[in-house]
């Protein structure tokens, strides 16, 4: 069955892979966001305890 010998496509393989993970990391690591999260503050909101008719 000659679609079964990875001969000719097992080096497409590799070189198309190594082409894709030499390109595409930089170009990702360059990226930048228009807008950066920024830490806000944390407070504690307090809830006022809820008056239920029963005890």
Do not use: C, R, V
């Amino acid at each position: 069955m000659p679609q079964l010998d990875p001969t000719p496509w097992f080096p497409i393989f590799i070189f198309s892979w190594t082409i894709f993970l030499m390109f595409l990391p930089p170009k990702l690591m360059a990226h930048t966001y228009p807008n950066e999260p920024s830490a806000q503050e944390q407070k504690k909101n307090k809830t006022p305890a809820l008056g239920w008719p029963w005890p």
